[in-house]
C-alpha cells in the first residue's frame, strides 16, 4: 500500500517518536510534509520517548505543525523516559504509563468518531 494511501485510509493516528535537541526528527517532518489532504480532521496522539523530557518537548513542537494541516492534536500522551524504562533494550512500561496509553486510545476513539462527519463533508466540497 503507498503512503498517501494507508493515511488516507486511517481514521486516527498515534505517532511514536523520538526528541532530538529539544526538537522533533527529521524523518517525522518528512512523513508529515509528502501529504495534505490525507491527514486533514484525524486526531493524532503522541507516544514519545527520549532522555531527560521523555520526548515530551518535541510533542510541544509537533502540535504546531499538525494544525496547521487541520489534525487535532490530543492532550492525552504517553512520555517515556528511557533512561529509567529501558532495561536491556526492552520497554519496561508501569502503571502510569499503562493508564496514559489507555486514557490516550480512549481519547482517540472519541474524537475519531466526532471528527468523521467533518471528514465527510470536507470531501464533498
Ligand atoms: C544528538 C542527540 C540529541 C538528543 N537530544 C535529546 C533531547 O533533546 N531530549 C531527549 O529527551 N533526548 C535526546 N536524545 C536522546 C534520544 O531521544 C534517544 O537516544 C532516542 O533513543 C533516539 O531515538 P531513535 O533511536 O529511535 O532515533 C538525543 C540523542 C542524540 C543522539
Redesign the pocket.
Given at each position: 500500500m503507498r503512503w498517501s494511501e494507508t493515511v488516507d485510509a486511517a481514521d486516527a493516528f498515534v505517532f511514536v517518536m523520538?526528541?532530538?535537541?529539544?526538537?522533533f526528527?527529521t524523518p517525522l517532518k518528512n512523513a508529515i510534509d509528502f501529504l495534505y489532504h490525507e491527514w486533514q480532521y484525524k486526531p493524532v496522539g503522541f507516544v514519545s520517548?527520549?532522555?531527560?523530557?521523555?520526548?515530551t518537548?518535541?510533542v510541544q513542537m509537533i502540535k504546531q505543525v499538525v494544525t496547521t494541516l487541520k489534525m487535532y492534536p490530543l492532550n492525552e500522551a504517553v512520555a517515556i523516559p528511557?533512561r529509567q524504562r529501558l532495561v536491556d533494550g526492552e520497554l519496561q512500561p508501569d502503571e502510569g504509563m499503562d493508564g496514559a496509553a489507555v486514557s490516550l486510545l480512549d481519547e482517540l476513539h472519541r474524537t475519531a468518531v466526532a471528527l468523521a462527519p467533518l471528514r465527510s463533508t470536507a470531501a464533498a466540497l
Open positions: 523520538p526528541e532530538y535537541n529539544y526538537g526528527n520517548y527520549g532522555m531527560t523530557a521523555a520526548g518537548r518535541a528511557l
